[in-house]
């Protein structure tokens, strides 16, 4: 390098173009070392201070360099123009300096829309979402027109589907309206994120090209918004137009087949990723490992992970969450050990799914790896802080689980539902519902999940006004159809408010067939109220959805054996004897150090029950002792 510079400096000592030579050279080799000489060399010469040489400089020191370097060059730029205010810009926000970049910002004499994309660029890409939106609203009304790029950064920081399309009609009202690729995939993308496909296809059949991210947009968009069957479709049209897919193609519709359980199609596109050599890429057989898991497949799982030249985080996570999923938690805890002896770096998905593990397991375990969670520094991100807060409210924690849950930063709509779903299960209904209104004041969409766990605080907290609002409201407020876990929940809460007609009511205008989980809360509460005519028309219902059940069985029993008709409780019983019902019992268990006790209601003897009762007798004197029994 050294005799490089020695020869051109005897060609010509002032030459633009031999300098700007030693420039590009620079950014070839990308040595920091060779860009100091280079700069030593303009300094010696009193070129440092000429505008074109000082650009090129200052944007080799911003992308090589540090924010010192490049504000040197800056400093030296005598007759600075906007490439040199535009370079200097974007050097800070590329060294993480927003504080100098503001200012810098805001002393510049002219801004075109590069230095507004910066702005906008920079807030974005730290998190400040509100800050980018306000800097583009101030742009148009200085008058700058938009980019494209400007509109690509936007649609990436958008917080509903109605901001959304309001960005849209910008578009539409600047001139660009015919979308070229990347603008109208980043939309494809855009309402895809809100599950907004109806609009996702309308920009896709406006644009005048399309190329396989195009067709990738908008099938993921598809499979996100509850169509896997169309996601598919549009991937059968893709391949018959001429297009090639690629890797994240075959992934997405992997994920399709997934979630139809469609166990024959996914095997298709399986052969499809061996015809093409796509089964090196970690996402696809990370995916496909999922899909078999999911399909009861398990073993078909562990073989394609074993074929695996090299392990990965991605592999490992489907693997381990696999064994989870289908009872082998112990399997995937293993794994998970053997994971970190391989230095495998464990990502938020790893600590989420072996979190998910223990969670039947010992809180103990459940500490150690939240230890972990802290140590690797992922303690506060989205999915492990969400699993944390899962893991104590299952254990009965939930004071931790509102600590854990305070601290993070971002918060997403699976940590808002797990806090609601944490606190209503730990009897905390009024802060579920308090925590349900401080989630809608973010503006954060709430989905069936987060009203179905509503309802359930309102059913368990038995607040009948606000129940009826929210499932009343449920459509056409949030957009959410009432499935059968909402209206379980809704008629359980009518039932404790002995309003039995109006449960019936709503019981028997669904859209469809109610599960047998509504029944049986109309079955329960009649037991209640005495009322046996609505009793025998409801467990008819039951027994007809569920014919193996015991409950309607019993509950007419009981109402009989109340009621002293005698007749009646013995053709009950006949009944059961015809139809082979067995009466379910109870059951319930402690778990000792490493051995798990399970105790039924109808055993009279079990392993050690004699110490058992002992220790039960003893505890009972010591809290009478104490005065803790009235």
């Given at each position: 390098?050294?005799?490089?510079?020695?020869?051109?400096?005897?060609?010509?000592?002032?030459?633009?173009?031999?300098?700007?030579?030693?420039?590009?050279?620079?950014?070839?080799?990308?040595?920091?070392?060779?860009?100091?000489?280079?700069?030593?060399?303009?300094?010696?010469?009193?070129?440092?201070?000429?505008?074109?040489?000082?650009?090129?400089?200052?944007?080799?020191?911003?992308?090589?360099?540090?924010?010192?370097?490049?504000?040197?060059?800056?400093?030296?730029?005598?007759?600075?123009?906007?490439?040199?205010?535009?370079?200097?810009?974007?050097?800070?926000?590329?060294?993480?300096?927003?504080?100098?970049?503001?200012?810098?910002?805001?002393?510049?004499?002219?801004?075109?829309?590069?230095?507004?994309?910066?702005?906008?660029?920079?807030?974005?890409?730290?998190?400040?979402?509100?800050?980018?939106?306000?800097?583009?609203?101030?742009?148009?009304?200085?008058?700058?027109?938009?980019?494209?790029?400007?509109?690509?950064?936007?649609?990436?920081?958008?917080?509903?589907?109605?901001?959304?399309?309001?960005?849209?009609?910008?578009?539409?009202?600047?001139?660009?309206?015919?979308?070229?690729?990347?603008?109208?995939?980043?939309?494809?993308?855009?309402?895809?994120?809100?599950?907004?496909?109806?609009?996702?296809?309308?920009?896709?059949?406006?644009?005048?090209?399309?190329?396989?991210?195009?067709?990738?947009?908008?099938?993921?968009?598809?499979?996100?918004?509850?169509?896997?069957?169309?996601?598919?479709?549009?991937?059968?049209?893709?391949?018959?137009?001429?297009?090639?897919?690629?890797?994240?193609?075959?992934?997405?519709?992997?994920?399709?087949?997934?979630?139809?359980?469609?166990?024959?199609?996914?095997?298709?596109?399986?052969?499809?990723?061996?015809?093409?050599?796509?089964?090196?890429?970690?996402?696809?057989?990370?995916?496909?490992?999922?899909?078999?898991?999911?399909?009861?497949?398990?073993?078909?799982?562990?073989?394609?992970?074993?074929?695996?030249?090299?392990?990965?985080?991605?592999?490992?996570?489907?693997?381990?969450?696999?064994?989870?999923?289908?009872?082998?938690?112990?399997?995937?805890?293993?794994?998970?050990?053997?994971?970190?002896?391989?230095?495998?770096?464990?990502?938020?998905?790893?600590?989420?799914?072996?979190?998910?593990?223990?969670?039947?397991?010992?809180?103990?375990?459940?500490?150690?790896?939240?230890?972990?969670?802290?140590?690797?520094?992922?303690?506060?991100?989205?999915?492990?802080?969400?699993?944390?807060?899962?893991?104590?409210?299952?254990?009965?924690?939930?004071?931790?689980?509102?600590?854990?849950?305070?601290?993070?930063?971002?918060?997403?709509?699976?940590?808002?539902?797990?806090?609601?779903?944490?606190?209503?299960?730990?009897?905390?209904?009024?802060?579920?519902?308090?925590?349900?209104?401080?989630?809608i004041r973010t503006g954060l969409p709430p989905d069936r999940i987060t009203l179905a766990g509503v309802l359930l605080a309102c059913s368990f907290g038995g607040f009948i006004s606000e129940g009826m609002t929210?499932?009343?409201?449920?459509?056409?407020?949030?957009?959410?159809?009432?499935?059968?876990?909402?209206?379980?929940?809704?008629?359980?809460?009518?039932?404790?408010?002995?309003?039995?007609?109006?449960?019936?009511?709503?019981?028997?205008?669904?859209?469809?067939?109610?599960?047998?989980?509504?029944?049986?809360?109309?079955?329960?509460?009649?037991?209640?109220?005495?009322?046996?005519?609505?009793?025998?028309?409801?467990?008819?219902?039951?027994?007809?959805?569920?014919?193996?059940?015991?409950?309607?069985?019993?509950?007419?029993?009981?109402?009989?054996?109340?009621?002293?008709?005698?007749?009646?409780?013995?053709?009950?019983?006949?009944?059961?004897?015809?139809?082979?019902?067995?009466?379910?019992?109870?059951?319930?268990?402690?778990?000792?150090?490493?051995?798990?006790?399970?105790?039924?209601?109808?055993?009279?003897?079990?392993?050690?029950?004699?110490?058992?009762?002992?220790?039960?007798?003893?505890?009972?004197?010591?809290?009478?002792?104490?005065?803790?029994?009235?």
């Amino acid at each position: 390098m050294y005799p490089l510079i020695k020869q051109c400096h005897r060609v010509s000592r002032t030459s633009l173009s031999y300098y700007s030579y030693l420039i590009d050279h620079c950014f070839s080799l990308k040595s920091l070392s060779f860009a100091r000489i280079t700069h030593a060399q303009l300094i010696k010469v009193g070129l440092n201070r000429h505008t074109f040489l000082g650009n090129r400089c200052l944007d080799l020191y911003s992308q090589f360099g540090n924010v010192n370097d490049a504000l040197k060059v800056f400093d030296d730029i005598s007759s600075k123009n906007i490439v040199s205010w535009n370079i200097c810009l974007k050097g800070l926000l590329k060294f993480d300096n927003l504080s100098l970049a503001c200012s810098v910002f805001d002393d510049m004499p002219e801004r075109d829309v590069v230095s507004w994309n910066s702005m906008i660029s920079g807030y974005a890409s730290r998190g400040y979402f509100d800050c980018a939106l306000e800097t583009f609203w101030e742009m148009q009304k200085l008058g700058v027109r938009p980019s494209e790029f400007t509109y690509s950064i936007l649609m990436s920081v958008v917080f509903g589907v109605r901001h959304g399309k309001e960005i849209h009609g910008s578009i539409v009202r600047s001139g660009l309206g015919a979308l070229n690729v990347v603008l109208g995939n980043s939309l494809i993308d855009m309402y895809g994120k809100f599950s907004s496909l109806d609009y996702a296809l309308g920009v896709f059949l406006t644009m005048e090209e399309l190329d396989v991210i195009s067709w990738n947009s908008l099938i993921s968009v598809c499979c996100q918004s509850g169509n896997p069957e169309l996601a598919l479709d549009k991937f059968c049209i893709m391949r018959s137009l001429g297009y090639s897919p690629d890797e994240f193609s075959v992934s997405v519709v992997i994920t399709s087949c997934l979630n139809l359980r469609n166990l024959e199609k996914g095997k298709q596109i399986f052969a499809l990723c061996v015809k093409v050599g796509f089964l090196c890429n970690t996402i696809i057989s990370s995916a496909t490992i999922d899909l078999f898991s999911k399909c009861n497949r398990l073993e078909d799982s562990v073989r394609l992970f074993e074929e695996q030249d090299q392990w990965d985080s991605a592999v490992c996570n489907s693997m381990i969450s696999s064994y989870a999923r289908c009872g082998f938690r112990e399997d995937g805890l293993r794994l998970f050990v053997l994971t970190l002896k391989k230095d495998i770096r464990p990502t938020e998905f790893t600590l989420s799914s072996v979190l998910n593990s223990t969670s039947i397991l010992k809180l103990e375990q459940g500490t150690q790896f939240h230890s972990l969670a802290v140590k690797s520094g992922l303690e506060l991100d989205a999915i492990v802080a969400s699993s944390l807060v899962e893991m104590y409210g299952k254990f009965g924690f939930i004071d931790c689980s509102i600590k854990i849950f305070n601290k993070m930063v971002a918060r997403d709509l699976i940590a808002w539902n797990t806090m609601i779903m944490g606190l209503t299960h730990n009897g905390r209904v009024f802060e579920a519902l308090q925590t349900f209104k401080e989630l809608i004041r973010t503006g954060l969409p709430p989905d069936r999940i987060t009203l179905a766990g509503v309802l359930l605080a309102c059913s368990f907290g038995g607040f009948i006004s606000e129940g009826m609002t929210v499932f009343s409201s449920m459509e056409e407020r949030y957009g959410v159809k009432p499935s059968n876990e909402h209206y379980a929940c809704f008629v359980d809460l009518l039932c404790q408010a002995g309003r039995l007609d109006e449960a019936l009511y709503v019981a028997e205008s669904m859209r469809y067939e109610p599960v047998s989980l509504i029944w049986e809360s109309i079955l329960h509460a009649c037991l209640i109220h005495g009322d046996l005519k609505l009793s025998e028309r409801v467990a008819e219902r039951l027994m007809e959805l569920e014919p193996k059940s015991s409950l309607p069985y019993l509950v007419l029993a009981r109402m009989f054996e109340i009621r002293g008709q005698w007749e009646g409780v013995v053709r009950v019983k006949k009944a059961m004897k015809r139809g082979k019902v067995e009466k379910v019992i109870g059951c319930s268990w402690i778990g000792v150090k490493n051995q798990v006790y399970a105790f039924t209601a109808d055993q009279l003897q079990h392993h050690r029950g004699k110490e058992i009762y002992m220790v039960l007798r003893l505890l009972n004197w010591e809290t009478e002792a104490k005065g803790y029994l009235q």
